[in-house]
């Protein structure tokens, strides 16, 4: 756990790394990050947020193309929720059946469905830019059988807007060279901002329970 949060925080040398070495299939392992971030359920710890900016921070040299990035991305995004969705369309109902399963059960399908009820379908674009839930939010729009055209557009247009602001954030704040000093600060700063909302609806839980 330490060496993946060591990772995590150290991004912006990562990703420099995998351009030294791998090149131009470093185009592959982002599309795989990403992808699998968004369309497994076990592999919600990815640093999706993080990656996308530095990504896009890297795309003013000439090693990374920001258009490519933008449409390889998305694409990767887009694809994964629509997996992610058919999981939970087929294979969900069948895994909350299981009483003694710690992740998906029958507390937390009923609490998914009351979200659904009180954001609609705003909840996929709002769950894009939270860490985990947007993982989860594809699955379990699955589960409760959403409509398919009706999940494509929405999963459609978050995946344009999370991956689009991201990237272009990086792009035009890597430019500036206080943040090309400071790259470490600002992922530190991502990953505040993006678990914030996970931190506030725990303890708003906790003082509802209490």
């Known amino acids: 756990m330490q060496d993946f949060f060591s990772f995590l925080l150290s991004i912006d040398k990562q990703l420099v790394l995998w351009l030294s070495t791998l090149g131009p299939w470093t185009y592959l392992v982002l599309f795989l990050v ?41 694409a990767a995004s887009f694809l994964g929720n629509q997996l992610n969705y058919t999981l939970g369309r087929f294979i969900g109902p069948k895994v909350f059946r299981f009483k003694n399963s710690w992740l998906l059960n029958q507390k937390h399908l009923r609490e998914a469905h009351q979200f659904y009820e009180r954001h609609g379908k705003m909840t996929l674009i709002i769950a894009r830019f939270i860490p985990i839930i947007r993982t989860f939010a594809p699955f379990v729009a699955g589960v409760g ?66």
């Open 34 to 74: 990403i992808f699998c971030e968004t369309g497994l359920v076990v592999t919600p710890f990815l640093p999706g947020d993080s990656l996308l900016f530095v990504a896009g921070s890297l795309a003013t040299q000439p090693s990374l193309n920001i258009f490519a990035l933008l449409v390889l991305l998305i």
């Open 145 to 210: 059988t959403m409509s398919l055209p009706l999940f494509t557009v929405y999963n459609a247009v978050s995946a344009v807007l999370w991956v689009g602001s991201l990237l272009m954030t990086g792009y035009f704040l890597g430019s500036i060279p206080f943040l090309q000093v400071h790259l470490s600060l600002v992922i530190y700063g991502i990953i505040v901002v993006s678990l914030l909302p996970v931190g506030v609806a725990f303890c708003n839980r906790r003082l509802s329970q209490g």
